[in-house]
């Protein structure tokens, strides 16, 4: 199922004018900078399909910028988000992309900050609803819906069953997962879904694992609050 | 969830002995694993988001940054308190309040997509309106938001709603058959009524394309969410009466999918044809471009 729940219908909470080039592109945004861990320093931002055709009337370019503000998706400074991203020191541009991209509504993100880099291809499948489906050259599905672990890894035999089993002993149920793997023995992702948010000794245990290289998290909770924002509406 | 289709929903309620909207408050705790209570809550919140916009868009300045679009939900509501309109004082309620709403989206105010911005009119124009009109509580409203969302769900499970996929049909028309479905609950219809409401009125926008005037949410969103509104109202209206489906909800929705499955790009919130390419409508986005220089 595409669309998981009945706030994926009624909802998000957002602020206009579109839930798939706006909303939709915010989460992208916010999963990325979630996932790099920092605000990026560089962002640079490539728009396919509709996205590119139509990211200026749709301010898809704002939202990406307020999600890598990790602004969630009815902040009322989101308008003016480019502008805030600059003044905190993002050198964020944005382009068209050429050649093949797998949806109507696809965004590349290659990030840097003082940390270390991200590159990211999210698609809007609708309603707000998002679709990661590419992370540093790895391919993966994660919707964003729920509280993500993604681990770095290397392709050994076991390492799976480890990560299972220190979710199955710190009671934490998967909902969805995915691993992709760059050559046999190499490099992996390993990407889970779960129905609760990982306790951070649970998170201490899969970081030691032997061949666990790093674990980062997503988490964008979105539960309606009384006032976000301090910007004023236009 | 516990159903994929419309029909199995309308079995599921009817077996459970439960409203649309009671079933999905049940099954979407199961799903999340959080309380009934904290879901109910968290929607009745949304619509609480939903009456603020209306207040805005019937109050406030909407003129979006393009300078396109605004204030004709204030125009309409105008028109209505000094004419008797055409289509009667309720239905022009409703056409208000969904104009008033999109046009908030439009100028980048805060909204519940439903199912999509693009379409967050639709729902809260017959919701509110309806309230006023029958003296429902929050507690009747949210409920029906649950049953709009059972009939989204199926629907975006099934077909799409996304302008980009599947074109207007697939936002605006989903809209339109979540409220119709809705609203014939919340007037005491059956759930069979309330699926056959659905299939009505989704027959209604078939085929109806994507094509935003310069890729903005404004020229024809606005509009046909006020419009659409009104479809709701009638659709609803049809099934209350036992006016049914023929082709079963199921099947419009499968061709919604194959309509827009074959719509061309241009015609997919692209803004690369229809009312978009109009000699008026590239001469707006020449503007638009000239301006952002």
């Given amino acids: 199922m595409r669309f998981k729940d009945v706030f994926s219908i009624i909802g998000p909470a957002m602020v206009g004018p579109s839930s798939s080039h706006t909303a939709g592109a915010a989460r992208i945004g916010r999963a990325a900078r979630q996932l790099l861990g920092e605000m990026p320093q560089k962002a640079e931002v490539i728009f396919y399909g509709s996205f590119a055709a139509t990211y200026q009337g749709h301010g898809t370019d704002r939202a990406i910028a307020g999600g890598l503000l990790d602004f969630p998706t009815d902040d009322l400074r989101l308008p003016d988000s480019i502008g805030i991203a600059e003044q905190d020191g993002m050198d964020i541009s944005f382009r068209q992309g050429a050649g093949l991209f797998p949806h109507p509504n696809t965004v590349r993100l290659r990030l840097a900050g003082s940390g270390g880099e991200l590159t990211l291809t999210g698609i809007s499948i609708g309603g707000g609803n998002i679709e990661i489906v590419e992370i540093d050259d790895f391919s993966v599905k994660l919707s964003g819906m729920y509280p993500t672990v993604l681990i770095h890894h290397m392709d050994y035999l076991g390492v799976l069953a480890s990560v299972t089993d220190t979710m199955r002993r710190g009671q934490v149920n998967i909902g969805h997962m995915s691993l992709d793997r760059k050559n046999r023995s190499g490099a992996a992702l390993t990407v889970l879904e779960l129905d609760e948010m990982l306790a951070p000794e649970l998170l201490s245990e899969l970081e030691a694992l032997p061949a666990v290289k790093s674990v980062k998290l997503i988490h964008l909770d979105e539960s309606p609050k009384e006032e976000k924002g301090k910007g004023k509406t236009s | ?293």
């Fill in chain 2, 1 to 293: 969830m516990n159903f994929q289709t419309l029909s199995q929903l309308a079995n599921l309620a009817e077996e459970r002995a439960l409203s649309i909207g009671a079933l999905m408050v049940e099954e979407q705790s199961a799903e999340s694993g959080r309380s009934a209570e904290h879901e109910f809550a968290k929607m009745k919140e949304y619509y609480g988001v939903m009456k603020e916009a209306v207040r805005r868009g019937m109050q406030e300045n909407t003129t979006s940054r393009s300078g396109l679009t605004g204030l004709d939900a204030q125009r309409v509501g105008a028109y209505n308190a000094e004419n008797e309109s055409c289509l009667g004082g309720p239905a022009s309620q409703a056409m208000a309040y969904a104009l008033a709403v999109s046009e908030v989206n439009a100028s980048m105010g805060r909204i519940i997509a439903t199912p999509t911005a693009g379409s967050c009119g639709i729902i809260p124009g017959v919701f509110l309106s309806c309230q006023e009109r029958f003296g429902w509580d929050d507690d009747v409203m949210t409920y029906g938001l649950f049953a709009a969302g059972a009939i989204g769900y199926v629907i975006a499970n099934n077909s799409f709603v996304s302008g980009a996929e599947g074109g207007c049909q697939a936002e605006v028309g989903s809209a339109i058959g979540m409220a119709a479905g809705a609203l014939t609950e919340l007037r005491g219809g059956t759930p069979v009524q309330a699926v056959h409401a659905v299939g009505l009125a989704l027959k209604n926008t078939l085929g109806l394309i994507c094509d935003p005037v310069g890729g903005l949410v404004e020229i024809p969103c606005i509009v046909r969410n006020g419009f659409g509104a009104v479809t709701a109202l009638a659709a609803a209206d049809m099934a209350l009466a036992g006016v049914r489906s023929v082709i079963p909800s199921d099947e419009v929705i499968k061709v919604m999918l194959e309509v827009g499955s074959a719509m061309p790009e241009k015609h997919r919130e692209t803004a690369g044809g229809g009312l978009a390419q109009t000699p008026t409508g590239r001469k707006i986005m020449e503007d638009l471009r000239q301006r952002r220089k």
